[in-house]
């Protein structure tokens, strides 16, 4: 209640039943004080229809005036200076205000800053623009093999990547100085070659099986053979029998949606930790949720749902930079507590397995 009433209570009635009838019928009184048979206390406009209604037949005198004391403050909250000062900072709560990297790695903060601003991800850019965590962290990690994962940290307007190297390893790898051939490491049809070095000896369209020679590392030309190494990758089309077991229940998550709550952080109610600034007026935290469950797979899900997931899991297991192009059921069988099955993939990639030239075919001199 914003409007409040100073009564003042005196005279030759009896006061205490007055007080005790104005408590009785649910009157709201504050700050009551009784000085010499004189009471004073607040009340609000249904407490003054009250006193009006019981004054007289108590005897009692009633002087009443408008309490002021909340006005300094309603007028500050009102004013169009503090509405600007709240306008301010809120609007500048939807724009991206700080960019950090965190790394000990000089050469990777420059490298990524780079790709950020070549991503515009830069400041003064509207939140709601920003890509996702997803796809800004593929853009980072393209065509950088350092980098093993890249993190991210949104607290209100900033924004701080954390870029995680990819561990050095503890095996000193010997440069492979043995010239090569290529040959293939399983059969296939060939799809195309890109090779670095060495001579093609099969072709595109070309049926091969295991242990088929597909690139050359011994160039001849006129009567002069010269060992150069065949090296590069040659991509063919071959099938691959992929039995599974499953099991009929699978438990699985998902991330829920981006929820964000926006709290403000009053001047006064300020820790000190930091300069208090326009950016620091509104708070902003970002929650993502998620949501557990499970389901079972039952027959007619082959397609949707069985077939997608071996996928993955052959892609991610076995083949770096294989195409699925095309699936064929064997089988598939429910039983009670599990599915099992056979798959037939249609996989491109790369065949060619590098195999030593021997000595003796290489040219003395």
């Known amino acids: 209640m914003r409007k409040r009433y100073a009564v003042k209570i005196s005279g030759d009635g009896n006061l205490s039943e007055f007080l005790t009838k104005l408590v009785t019928i649910g009157t709201k009184i504050t700050s009551l004080s009784v000085v010499d048979g004189v009471a004073r ?4 406009r249904s407490g003054l229809r009250a006193i009006r209604r019981n004054r007289r037949r108590y005897q009692l005198k009633v002087k009443i005036s408008i ?6 403050s309603i007028g500050l909250f009102t004013s169009s200076r503090f509405l600007i000062a709240c306008l301010i900072p809120f609007v500048a709560s939807f724009f991206l205000w700080k960019v950090d990297v965190e790394s000990d790695m000089p050469e990777v903060v420059d490298r990524i800053e780079k790709k950020l601003e070549k991503n515009a991800i830069v400041l003064l850019k509207p939140l709601a623009l920003i890509p996702d965590e997803g796809e800004i962290r593929r853009e980072l990690m393209l065509d950088d093999p350092a980098l093993s994962w890249v993190r991210f940290k949104r607290v209100g307007t900033s924004l701080t990547v954390i870029p995680m190297l990819s561990p050095p390893t503890t095996n000193i790898v010997e440069e492979e100085k043995l ?11 060939i799809t195309r070659f890109e090779l670095e070095k060495g001579e093609r000896v099969s072709h595109i369209h070309q049926t091969v099986k295991k242990g088929d020679l597909l690139a050359t590392g011994i160039l001849e030309q006129g009567g002069k053979t010269t060992v150069v190494g065949a090296d590069g990758a040659v991509y063919a089309d071959y099938w691959v029998e992929y039995t599974f077991t499953l099991p009929k229940k699978i438990k699985f998550q998902l991330q829920g949606e981006e929820i964000v709550n926006y709290s403000f952080n009053l001047p006064w109610n300020h820790q000190g930790e930091e300069a208090w600034s326009p950016r620091s007026f509104v708070k902003t935290e970002r929650l993502i949720e998620e949501a557990a469950g499970q389901f079972e797979l039952i027959e ?27 699936e064929k059921v064997l089988h598939v069988t429910f039983d009670n507590d599990k599915v099992s099955g056979t798959i037939l993939f249609l996989i491109n990639d790369n065949i060619a397995v590098k195999k030593l030239i021997p000595k003796e075919t290489e040219p003395i001199g």
């Open 179 to 189: 010239s090569s051939h290529l040959v293939a490491r399983t059969g296939g049809v």
């Open 300 to 326: 007619g899900m082959e397609e949707t749902v069985i077939i997608p997931l071996l996928k993955n899991k052959l892609l991610s297991e076995s083949f770096s930079q294989a195409i699925i192009k095309e």
């Open 67 to 72: 309490a002021n004391l909340e006005s300094g």
């Open 41 to 44: 206390f607040r009340t609000d």
